[in-house]
């Protein structure tokens, strides 16, 4: 199995509030260290909370209902709520 080394980081997944800094690299290539970062759909941070994911996701869903508002606004409330169930 190959790597795409460029698309390789290092998330470290701890509780403790000064966690040790360590540099790691794939092939002699350093891998950048980050704070959250995407994986099968979910954003996971270094606490593994959540919250981030969750964010992204209620604003999303907000932008979402604002553009429907904008643009449905005279429609009856069912339609309202299908194209809402349709695009969130």
Do not use: Q, W
Not at 73 to 82: I, N
Request: charged share 20%.
């Amino acid at each position: 199995m190959e790597f795409n080394i460029p698309k390789c980081v290092h998330l470290p997944i701890t509780n403790k509030t000064k966690p040790r800094l360590h540099s790691y690299s794939l092939c002699g290539v350093p891998l950048s260290t980050v704070s959250s970062h995407p994986y099968l759909g979910i954003k996971l941070d270094t606490k593994l909370t959540g919250v981030n994911h969750i964010t992204d996701i209620a604003s999303k869903s907000s932008n979402v209902l604002g553009l429907i508002k904008r643009t449905l606004g005279p429609c009856k409330p069912d339609v309202k709520e299908t194209v809402y169930n349709m695009l969130v």
